[in-house]
């Protein structure tokens, strides 16, 4: 009796939820969602496990789709391939939304244990964003998120590509009527923004793709490499237009040319080098570089693919140190430039890099200028040698041998370090040798030379001495007075 009672008030507790929900679900359930997207109309889990499901469209009798107690489903095969239910609960899926299907929607939950019925309307409404034409570089970006209907308590924030808060971003300014307006975009900028929609406690997402046409990424640090007839000189240069777009795009801003530009480094003495044109870019068709200066430049890249703008130069010199600039010029003035610079390690050694046995030498790994306080040089003697028996510090630039031995000669290689990374090397190969018997007999045949000349000036000045005695006339002889009574000097009279 007890269980029956109840029962009876449990079943009277249903029905008097469900007369709740009929009575609140009056009022419609708001969703957002974008034509060509997916959007959940959501609908928790209600009533006992048996439970008949059904969704109607508008002010259809037809439902769209049914699932009956036994987890059976029926779709409208209108809807087929865009209708789903969830697997959890009672939502329903919409996948590629049309314009049409901004509407209302409603779902009918029937228990059969105990028998109950609750419905929920809900009202589709259509968020956009316009679509922007591929933008350049530095160039600003608007984009504006439309709401049809807009209720209290509605919110709009942005989100990057990066799904970085545009509210964090200093570039951005983000306006009541959900506009937004990004200054100098870059690369980094390209791909889908999203303007999110906070209502309700729940979100609903537009998104829009953004094509920012761009040079690759500029080069935070110099480019290193090497003395070397063997040395690979890669100056980087292309559009970062990825795919599906192509060069089309591109030519939409009507290019008007381009240029490789280069600026030597300083050398010792003057203040800076002789501003150079290396190449033109010619617009064809078809589209290729025009060498203006013999450099050994390989310019073939370009003629691969048209995004390509990359030069290349096989052979590196301590004149190929400086500033590379890639420039691209479209209409109206607009100019897309990447600079980068080239640092060229060279080693040398003093004397040339032929030394005698005992000899000091003194051997240089340097850029053509001191190095910066983050770069430091190691020194990789041949195998046959030791630094430490040198007793020279081997992260010096400068690396001094006293005195030139046999196990010193052979392939000493210099490395550039920043932190934990390699940036180039570059070897000299040092000839140690001995001083040959030639040159010995060379230095006895002068030495004996300079000995018979110094002795022959000798003899002549003694012989001129001699003869200048003999033919020097003789003088007389003093006459000495003897006096008889000599007396003592003085004066006497008469």
């Known amino acids: 009796m007890r269980k029956y009672k109840m029962k009876c008030v449990s079943g009277f507790l249903s029905i008097v939820i469900a007369l709740f929900i009929s009575s609140t679900g009056a009022e419609d359930v708001v969703v957002y969602g974008q034509v060509g997207e997916t959007v959940t109309l959501p609908r928790s889990k209600w009533g006992s496990e048996r439970v008949l499901v059904q969704w109607f469209f508008g002010m259809d009798t037809q439902p769209l789709i049914t699932r009956n107690s036994h987890g059976r489903e029926t779709i409208d095969p209108v809807w087929k391939d865009r209708l789903s239910l969830s697997k959890t609960d009672f939502s329903l899926i919409i996948n590629n939304i049309r314009l049409e299907d901004f509407k209302s929607f409603k779902c009918e939950l029937k228990d059969f244990m105990p028998q109950t019925t609750t419905s929920v309307t809900f009202r589709l409404f259509r968020v956009s964003v316009q679509p922007v034409s591929p933008l350049l570089a ?13 209720f209290k308590g509605t919110q709009r924030r942005w989100l990057s590509p990066q799904k970085q808060d545009l509210n964090e971003d200093k570039r951005a300014q983000i306006r009541n009527d959900g506009s937004l307006t990004v200054m100098s975009v870059t690369g980094q900028d390209h791909g889908e923004w999203t303007c ?3 209502y309700q406690g729940r979100e609903a997402y537009a998104n829009t793709p953004v094509t920012v046409i761009d040079l690759s990424p500029a080069h935070p640090q110099p480019i290193y490499t090497s003395v070397s007839s063997l040395s ?14 192509s060069w089309s795009d591109s030519q939409e801003k009507s290019i008007q040319g381009g240029r490789w530009t280069f600026t030597p480094s300083p050398v010792a003495g003057s203040l800076t080098g002789v501003f150079q044109t290396l190449a033109n870019l010619s617009l064809g068709p078809p589209l290729a570089w025009v060498v203006n200066q013999k450099r050994g430049l390989d310019v073939s890249a370009l003629q691969k693919t048209n995004l390509n703008l990359s030069l290349s130069k096989k052979g590196v010199t301590e004149g190929d ?123 006895t045949i002068c030495g004996a030379a300079v000995i018979f000349v110094l002795l022959l000036i000798l003899t002549v000045i003694l012989n001129r001495r001699h003869r200048q005695r003999v033919t020097m006339p003789r003088r007389g002889k003093r006459r000495i007075c003897r006096c008889k009574d000599p007396q003592p000097k003085g004066f006497y009279r008469n």
């Open 138 to 150: 530095g160039k600003n970006l608007n984009l504006k998120c439309d709401i049809e209907e807009i």
């Open 196 to 198: 999110v929609v906070t």
């Open 232 to 245: 690979l000189l890669h100056l980087p240069c292309f559009f970062s237009i990825p795919p599906p777009l």
């Open 321 to 443: 140190r400086g500033e590379y600039t890639c420039a691209v010029e479209f209409q109206r003035g607009d100019t897309l430039k990447r600079s980068m610079r080239v640092e060229v390690l060279q080693v040398f050694s003093s004397p040339a890099p032929v030394a005698f046995v005992g000899q000091e030498v003194n051997l240089t790994c340097t850029l053509g200028h001191p190095l910066t306080s983050d770069l430091k040089v190691k020194w990789i003697p041949p195998r046959q040698s030791s630094l430490l028996a040198l007793g020279s510090d081997p992260d010096s630039a400068h690396l001094t041998i006293p005195e030139a031995r046999d196990i010193n000669g052979g392939r000493w290689r210099c490395e550039l370090w920043r932190n934990k990374t390699k940036l180039t090397s570059v070897e000299i190969t040092l000839k140690i040798e001995r001083v040959p018997m030639d040159v010995w007999l060379l230095v």
